[in-house]
C-alpha cells in the first residue's frame, strides 16, 4: 500500500520511492513527475515525525535573501499531517551520489580498457560521464553555493545526497535540494551543528556551528571523493587508527574528519597515502591539488580561514573544464595544459586538439592574457565560452560568444554573440569584420578581435589554432 500525505492546500501527494536520506529526513520521488517530498525523520522513534510545528521554518526559509532563479528546490507548500514539505525539481535528474555511482548503468569497454584489464577500475567512470561531466556538474554547485555565501548564507548539509544532476551522461543541469538548515551565518556559527556522516569539517564535529568554511569543507570532500572513489583520509593510516580503538560511538569518517590524521595526498606527512580507484594524481590538476592540500591539510584542519574558498573552487573548476581533454582512443578525460604536447596520460596517445585563448590588449596590442579553452577535434560544433572574453562570472556559465566547427577541409565560426563587434584576421593578411556563419580553410592560426558594443575598452585579442599530431 503507497503512503499519501497532504498539504496545506489540500493536494495528495503518494510516495513512490526514496530518493535520498540524511540525518534529519528523508527525500521521496512521489506520482507527480516532477514533485518531492521531504519528510522529517525522528531517529530514537525510527519513525516519521508527525508534530508540524517545525514546519513554520520551512516558509521562513521562503523570506531568506535568496537569488533569483538560483537552482536550488525551495519549499513549495509544508504538509499539514507530517514535519515535511513539498519541494519541486527537474524530471531525470538523481543525487550525484546514485548518477556517479551508475550502478544502474553498463560499463563501457573498449580496446584500451580491455588489454590494460581496467574495465571494472574505470568503466562506470567513463560511463557515467566520466571526469568532464563531474567537473561540470561540481562548478554549477560551487557557483550556487558561492551565490549563497555571497548575501550571507550558509547550506550548512553538503553532500553527495543533496546536489542533484541530470540522468542523461552528455548533460550535467544541477540542482541542490534538502535546504531546511539554510541560514544567515549569524544564526548557523552558533545555533548549528549539520553534516552528513564523512562530510562534516573538524570544527563542526568538535561541536561548533556551521559557516561558510565548513561548506567549503564538505564540498572539497565531495569533489575529493566522487572524482577518485575515495575519501580523502581513507588511508592506511585510518585503518590502522581504527584498529586501536575499542569502541568509536560516531561513524568511521566522521573519526577520520575530525582527528589529527593526514590526508592521502598531505604533501608533509605520507602515512596516510594510498592508491585512489581513480589515482588523483592523473585526474586533477597541480592547481587544484594545491587547493585541496589548502582545505585537508594540517592548516586547513586546524586553521578554517586558510581553505579554499567557494568563490575559489569556482574558478578554479571552470578553469580544468574548460582544458580538459577527452580521448578518442581510451575516452578517458584529462588536463590538456599538463603536457604541451597534449599526449593522454592513461594510453600515451595522442590526437588533434582546438586550442582557444584570449588576451587584453593595449593601444591595439595583445596584452595579458584572459583564458584559455581547449578541446578535442571530433567535428561537432564546440561553443566558446563566454569567458574567453570577459574572465570567470558564475552568472554565464552557459553563455558561449560563438561556436566553433571543423570540417573536412573548413572551419566555422557561427553564432556570434550580438553584444560584440567581430573582426577576423587570418595568417595570409586577410581581415574582415563577420556578422555570422564564416567558413575558413582549415590549417594556420586564426585571430579574432572581438569588442564589447557600447563599452569603451580595448577589443579582446582571441587567438584560434589546431594543434594537430601525425602517428
Request: aromatic share 10%.
Amino acid at each position: 500500500m503507497k503512503q499519501s500525505y497532504y498539504d496545506v492546500y489540500g493536494r495528495c501527494h503518494t510516495i513512490t520511492r526514496e530518493l535520498s536520506h540524511g540525518g534529519q529526513g528523508i527525500v521521496y520521488r512521489t506520482q507527480e513527475p516532477d514533485m518531492l517530498l521531504k519528510l522529517e525523520w525522528d531517529p530514537e522513534k525510527r519513525e516519521i515525525k508527525r508534530d508540524t510545528a517545525s514546519n513554520r521554518k520551512y516558509e521562513d526559509i521562503r523570506l531568506l535573501p535568496i537569488p533569483g532563479q538560483l537552482h536550488i528546490t525551495l519549499p513549495q507548500s509544508t504538509l499539514r499531517d507530517a514535519a515535511g514539505y513539498t519541494m519541486r525539481l527537474l524530471d531525470e535528474m538523481a543525487s550525484f551520489e546514485e548518477v556517479f555511482a551508475g550502478n544502474d548503468k553498463e560499463a563501457v569497454v573498449n580496446k584500451w580498457l580491455e588489454e590494460s584489464r581496467l574495465v571494472e577500475r574505470f568503466g562506470l567512470f567513463i560511463a557515467t560521464g566520466g571526469k568532464r561531466k563531474r567537473l561540470e556538474a561540481y562548478l554549477k554547485s560551487a557557483c550556487i553555493i558561492s551565490q549563497l555565501h555571497a548575501n550571507g548564507l550558509v547550506y550548512c548539509d553538503i553532500s553527495d545526497r543533496n546536489m542533484f544532476v541530470s540522468e542523461e551522461r552528455g548533460q550535467a543541469n544541477v540542482w541542490l535540494i534538502d535546504i531546511d538548515n539554510l541560514d544567515f551565518m549569524k544564526n548557523t556559527s552558533k545555533n548549528s551543528r549539520y553534516h552528513t556522516p564523512g562530510y562534516g569539517a573538524p570544527e563542526v564535529l568538535g561541536g561548533k556551528g556551521n559557516t561558510f568554511y565548513s561548506d567549503a569543507f564538505s564540498f572539497a570532500v565531495s569533489l575529493f571523493w566522487t572524482m577518485t572513489g575515495t575519501h580523502p583520509y581513507a588511508g592506511p593510516a585510518l585503518e590502522e587508527a581504527l584498529e586501536n580503538l575499542d569502541f568509536l560511538e560516531i561513524p568511521e569518517l566522521d573519526y577520520a574528519c575530525g582527528s589529527n590524521l593526514p590526508w592521502i595526498g598531505d604533501c608533509e606527512d605520507n602515512s596516510n597515502a594510498c592508491e585512489c580507484k581513480i589515482p588523483y594524481e592523473l585526474i586533477f590538476s597541480g592547481d587544484i591539488l594545491e587547493y585541496f592540500e589548502r582545505t585537508f591539510g594540517r592548516q586547513g584542519r586546524t586553521r578554517r580561514i586558510m581553505r579554499t574558498t567557494m568563490p575559489e573552487w569556482a574558478y578554479i573548476l571552470a578553469r580544468e573544464l574548460d582544458r580538459t581533454i577527452h580521448c578518442p582512443h581510451c575516452e578517458m578525460d584529462y588536463d590538456g595544459a599538463a603536457d604541451p604536447r597534449r599526449q593522454c596520460p592513461w594510453c600515451d596517445s595522442r590526437s588533434p586538439v582546438l586550442s582557444v585563448r584570449s588576451y587584453r590588449t593595449k593601444d591595439g596590442e595583445r596584452a595579458e592574457p584572459i583564458w584559455d579553452f581547449a578541446r578535442e577535434i571530433n567535428g561537432a560544433e564546440t561553443g566558446i565560452p563566454m569567458r574567453i572574453a570577459e574572465g570567470f562570472r558564475s552568472d554565464s556559465l552557459d553563455i558561449k560568444i560563438f561556436t566553433l566547427q571543423l570540417t573536412d577541409k573548413e572551419m566555422i565560426i557561427d553564432h556570434l554573440d550580438g553584444g560584440y563587434d567581430f573582426e577576423l584576421s587570418l595568417d595570409e593578411g586577410m581581415c574582415g569584420s563577420i556578422y555570422g556563419r564564416t567558413e575558413i580553410r582549415r590549417g594556420g592560426k586564426v585571430k579574432i578581435l572581438a569588442k564589447k558594443r557600447q563599452a569603451d575598452r580595448d577589443a579582446i585579442w582571441i587567438e584560434i589554432e589546431e594543434q594537430g599530431y601525425e602517428d
